[in-house]
């Protein structure tokens, strides 16, 4: 048979005709997808009965019910419990996230010695019991020297009990030195006892507050308690309650507030004496409280009459124009329940004690304090009353060392703990090295400013035990870990989360087994004090930590136990009586000469470093002890972190002054160190500020966070605040040019 | 089984205040922990990042200090059109979506689904995210899926579905307590239920009881358009007849909720 041009034609033709009107191809398509949809390697998760667990979120200090769902053993949701005094069934996306955490690649699975160099991320498994003798050893031996102030701890927090647990450890052993990680609760603190005369974390009722002032402070962004926070702001949206934001940046807290006034990075505090200098000088003070409850009245008067005009103060915050400051201290003055608030974005940095005074002291002014709708002061960590340790007499020598970082003595007698001068002691006091150092729900070589610096003097201290449940920039550089439980297979309690208005106490459960060979560090602590014995062991009389804290609660376990949290009734306000020698609140501290005082900080250097760099935070980013889980990462707009690159905010007028355009990659340079990044244009920040999101720029962790962006903390120094030694830095001078 | 007219079955739709939401993003985990959202190691490409819920950042375009911004949830807006007739359905050759007439939920059946994404050209929310690579959890990560939502596979066309595993589990539970029907509180999306600031409202826009209909106010007679005038939808103009409703007594965030012509007066219906 002939195969001509036509009949091939008509063939191929008709072969297409019939295969495309055929269902083959079809058929084909279908079955392709379908074997392809039927990979084996996409799970299906496994069915079972559903149980609900209650217990506490611990990612933060803002003690939030959760409810966990779990189908058979595996925990498959977390969700806010409806009717807590916290949360109300609210939660926040990093307490979402909780269950990525606890199954995630971060974790630390077993004790680990290091093998390698430090932070090389070399790692031996051992056991238990090799990891429990060997730390015990060291500080035995270390003992034995007469040397147990040589040994210290940078823990997360000073609250709760497994902080005071490694308090007492150290104090038993002999060493002063329990550093907890800085926060504005130490600030706040210290001004509080200054003026109240009772050290501690104010609660604010910002429930039935009506008007809040607030200085930088992220109520919106992560400050205090977030989901009670967002619940406050939703109840004021409704009654109309208003929020006067004071910072440099349009945050989420700016965005909401009834009125923004940017002011340049560090000069709120002059704002908060000219809106004083306002309210006294028209007589709208509150004259019963000021002349039956207050002390020091009038030499706050004089120095904010004579020093703090609202001309003035303009023209130090940049405020265009006076009448804007007259008017904010009257709306505030005139509200009915009015509250003034500090402690910077999410509150984990400290601040001069004379800023915190100085906005405290609007609430004197106001004579909002100890009443509803107001400030409110209650003692936290309450229910921890265990018998001082008994100490043998190398701990009473040690003891009365003074403490490495110079806190409580010398130029600084005030301050409980100064981590933030860590860094320069070791460098800078050769005869007071460290060479033991506990690391206990904190991640200091990330989260505190000048990190490089840290990493320096962590090159020091002969031995650092991480007890993280994580793998984090500090476990990295440890020399054996002893990995926690994380939050949700273990006890614990949540201590009053910072600003509550009421005491609530809540319960940490564990609510699925521990996953991997870790131990509570409460458990692991007993079992070095008892394998070191002596006064030690005698320090730790508990057989594990389950009963400790179920002693450490006595009676209230039970209502913990069954509703999860306990509001401590005992508490009483205080009314117009005050814990200071006066018996009055304190404008101005005598025993300090503490009279609130804006100081404009020194900028060295104002040549070269024309900008000002200021961090911000965001409730997308999780920036201190945890690490952002992927999650959370997925929410992360791509006008912040874009691949790898991290955008930083600034006012198109002042980009363009360097020849930057949107998107631009340019160099950002402070006295400290140097980044790559990009830049976004933004018209929510001042002209001359730039602004770069804290949480980003991770070694550690996963590749689902490592290696993105720059970590703000590597660009910073501390800056010591002269009355309290507390790190006072706004952020830094910086400058920046086209890469 | 006799169809049931859509005028007396549910209506599930959702109103968010816009002058609550504080852009925490809460609404966005919830979602993905909810509903196995898988995660890759770069979510920064955002064409690419699978977001059933997503929080868009609106600017009132004014320069420094004078710029405001608000934020704004979109999930699957689970359009109604004209009888059922959402873009997306209209469109999906495979029946893989489909508007429900029981619920007013537009569903996604991703074993259906063979990926071509005519959905994801025609839904002017860009609320359709397709799967380019199958998910891939880090090693004993998977232990935190739920069994109630089937992990999608690379090839399909994934969306937010108003949780509607949620509402199978409520109508179960009544079924089984001998009740015809459920509560308003006893069926509410994962983004709802986590919502801190407590704006986002759920239920049925067919009963005048629920919140979401008091709120709202919706006109069925002119294709559900609010009546309430701070409550604006997304793209109204285009009659695609969303049931998600925003909130807002800002009128600038009310008027970026539609494409306006510069310098036009007010939204021509």
């Avoid at chain 1, 005094?85 to 290091?114: A, E, F, H």
């Avoid at chain 1, 990190?451 to 650092?464: C, G, H, Q």
């Amino acid at each position: 048979m002939k195969i001509d041009r036509r009949s091939f034609l008509s063939l191929s033709i008709g072969a297409t005709a019939g295969v495309t009107l055929s269902p083959l191809p079809w058929k084909l398509t279908d079955d392709l997808s379908i074997w392809t949809q039927n990979w084996p390697w996409t799970p299906v998760p496994p069915d079972g009965a559903t149980t609900y667990e209650n217990s506490s979120c611990a990612l933060c200090p803002g003690g939030c019910g959760i409810t966990v769902r779990k189908v058979g053993d595996r925990a498959i949701k977390i969700e806010g419990t409806d009717g807590h005094p916290v949360n109300d069934g609210g939660i926040c996306m990093l307490g979402l996230s909780g269950l990525q955490l606890l199954y995630g690649p971060t974790r630390v699975k077993t004790p680990l010695k290091r093998v390698g160099k430090r932070g090389e991320g070399k790692w031996k498994k051992i056991s238990w019991d090799q990891a429990i003798a060997e730390v015990a050893s060291t500080l035995g031996d270390l003992r034995s020297d007469g040397k147990p102030w040589a040994a210290g701890c940078v823990s997360g927090s000073d609250k709760g009990i497994t902080p005071n647990l490694f308090k007492r450890f150290l104090t038993a052993y002999g060493s002063p030195n329990f550093m907890a990680m800085p926060s504005m609760a130490d600030s706040y603190s210290l001004a509080m006892r200054m003026m109240q005369g009772q050290e501690t974390m104010p609660g604010f009722d910002f429930e039935n507050a009506d008007f809040i002032l607030s200085f930088g402070s992220g109520i919106l962004d992560g400050w205090g308690s977030p989901a009670r926070m967002f619940k406050a702001n939703s109840q004021w949206v409704k009654t109309g309650g208003k929020v006067v934001q004071i910072e440099p940046r349009l945050s989420n807290t700016a965005a909401k507030a009834y009125k923004w006034l940017p002011v340049k990075p560090g000069t709120e505090t002059a704002l908060a004496l000219g809106i004083a200098h306002v309210i006294i000088k028209s007589n709208l003070y509150n004259r019963d409280f000021i002349s039956g409850s207050t002390a020091g009245f009038n030499a706050f008067k004089k120095r904010v009459i004579e020093q703090y005009s609202p001309a003035k103060v303009a023209e130090i915050t940049g405020i265009d124009d006076p009448s804007k400051i007259e008017r904010v201290a009257k709306e505030f003055a005139k509200a009915k329940r009015p509250i003034a608030i500090c402690g910077k974005g999410q509150g984990d940095v400290t601040g001069g004690l004379y800023d915190f005074m100085a906005v405290h002291a609007l609430n004197a002014l106001v004579g909002n304090i100890n009443k509803s709708g107001g400030v409110l002061a209650f003692e936290t960590d309450s229910y921890i009353n265990w018998p001082e340790p008994g100490k043998d007499s190398v701990a009473a020598s040690g003891l009365r060392k003074r403490r490495i970082d110079g806190a409580g003595t010398g130029k600084y007698p005030h301050a409980r703990g100064l981590l933030n001068r860590l860094a320069g002691q070791i460098v800078k006091d050769e005869k007071y090295p460290l060479e033991v150092l506990f690391v206990s729900g904190a991640n200091p070589l990330y989260s505190m400013p000048d990190t490089n610096s840290l990493k320096k003097a962590f090159d020091k201290v002969s031995t650092i035990v991480s007890f993280s449940s994580y793998m984090d920039e500090t476990a990295m550089y440890a020399d054996i870990i002893l990995p926690n439980h994380m939050y949700l297979e273990r006890y614990d309690d949540a201590p009053i989360p910072p600003g509550m208005g009421k005491p609530v106490v809540g319960l940490v459960k564990p609510v699925v087994k521990p996953q991997f060979d870790t131990m509570h560090s409460g458990d692991a602590l007993i079992r070095l004090a008892n394998e070191m014995g002596g006064s030690m062991k005698a320090a730790f009389p508990w057989e594990d930590y389950e009963r400790c804290i179920k002693e450490t609660f006595g009676e209230h376990w039970e209502t913990l136990e069954n509703e999860g949290f306990w509001v401590d009734s005992n508490v009483s306000s205080g009314g117009g009586k005050f814990a200071t020698d006066s018996g009055k609140f304190e404008f101005y501290a005598e025993n300090i000469n503490a009279l609130p005082i804006y100081k404009q900080a020194k900028i060295e250097n104002s040549h070269s470093y024309p900008l000002a760099l200021v961090s911000y935070d965001s409730i997308r980013l999780a920036h201190n002890y945890i690490g952002d889980p992927p999650f959370a990462m997925k929410t992360v707009e791509s006008t912040v972190l874009k691949g790898n690159d991290l955008f930083v905010e600034v006012n198109p007028t002042t980009a363009k002054t360097y020849g930057l355009s949107n998107g631009a990659r340019a160099t950002l340079s402070t006295p400290v160190g140097s980044a790559r990044v990009r830049v976004n244009f933004s018209e929510g920040i001042m002209p001359n500020v730039i602004a770069m999101p804290k949480g980003l720029g991770h070694t550690a962790f996963d590749m689902y966070l490592a290696g993105k962006g720059v970590n703000f903390n590597e660009l910073i120094v501390p800056i010591e605040d002269p009355a309290s030694g507390f790190d006072a830095a706004w952020g830094i001078m910086a400058k920046l040019a086209k890469a | 089984m006799k169809r049931r007219n859509h005028q007396n079955a549910k209506r599930y739709g959702m109103v968010v205040d816009l002058d609550k939401c504080v852009g925490c993003g809460s609404c966005m985990v919830a979602c993905m922990s909810e509903n196995n959202v898988p995660f890759r190691a770069d979510e920064s490409d955002k064409l690419l990042s699978i977001t059933w819920m997503k929080v868009f950042k609106l600017t009132n375009g004014k320069t420094f200090p004078d710029n405001e911004i608000c934020y704004l949830p979109r999930p699957c807006m689970h359009c109604e059109g004209s009888h059922g007739h959402s873009p997306c359905v209209s469109v999906c050759p495979a029946t893989a979506t489909d508007y429900s007439s029981e619920t007013g939920i537009v569903s996604q059946i991703y074993t259906r689904c063979f990926g071509c994404r005519y959905c994801m050209g025609s839904c002017p929310y860009h609320a359709r995210y397709f799967n380019w690579w199958d998910p891939v959890w880090p090693e004993g990560m998977e232990k935190y899926l739920s069994p109630n939502v089937s992990p999608r596979m690379r090839g399909v066309v994934e969306k937010c579905s108003f949780c509607f595993h949620r509402y199978q589990l409520a109508m179960n539970k009544a079924y089984y307590e001998e009740r015809d029907d459920i509560e308003e509180d006893e069926y509410q999306t994962a983004c709802t239920q986590a919502c801190p600031a407590g704006a986002i409202t759920f239920g049925d826009l067919n009963n005048p009881d629920h919140a979401v209909t008091q709120l709202a106010q919706p006109d069925l007679k002119h294709g559900g358009r609010p009546k309430n005038p701070l409550v604006f939808r997304l793209l109204e103009r285009l009659g695609t007849n969303p049931k998600v409703y925003y909130l807002s007594s800002r009128e600038w965030v009310r008027k970026s909720g539609d494409n306006y012509v510069k310098d036009e007066k007010k939204s021509a219906h």
